[in-house]
Nanobody, 116 residues
Framework: QVRLVESGGDSVQPGGSLRLSCEVSGLIIDAYAMSWFRQTPGNERELVAT???????MYESSVEGRFTISRDNARNTVSLQMDSLKPDDTGLYLC??????????WGQGTQVTVSS
């Protein structure tokens, strides 16, 4: 059974930084592309960043240059370094395999709130 545990969310002021972590169990991530998603009230889950097994990363345009996704296959974890945070970055952040559907197991997520 796949289990994902996200952590690191907090309330910060604009311009601040956070580092999110995702611990994965029940799935060996080294063969999979892994992603971070953002969920906000009334909106569909949005893909924020993806990292492929070889290390190639892609980002949603609004976070390009500010967020950095990384993976530690030895620890089966995925991280998201978030810098120069903006109010629009506010949301519940979740990690999962790239392309994961609503029918896939999801974690509880970690809340990021950016406000002055």
């Amino acid at each position: 059974q796949v289990r994902l545990v996200e952590s690191g969310g907090d309330s910060v002021q604009p311009g601040g930084s956070l580092r999110l972590s995702c611990e994965v169990s029940g799935l060996i991530i080294d063969a999979y592309a892994m992603s971070w998603f953002r969920q906000t009230p009334g909106n569909e889950r949005e893909l924020v960043a993806t990292i492929w097994p070889g290390g190639k990363a892609m980002y949603e345009s609004s976070v390009e240059g500010r967020f950095t996704i990384s993976r530690d296959n030895a620890r089966n974890t995925v991280s998201l370094q978030m810098d120069s945070l903006k109010p629009d970055d506010t949301g519940l952040y979740l990690c999962n395999r790239y392309g994961a559907s609503s029918n896939t197991a999801w974690g509880q997520g970690t809340q990021v709130t950016v406000s002055s």
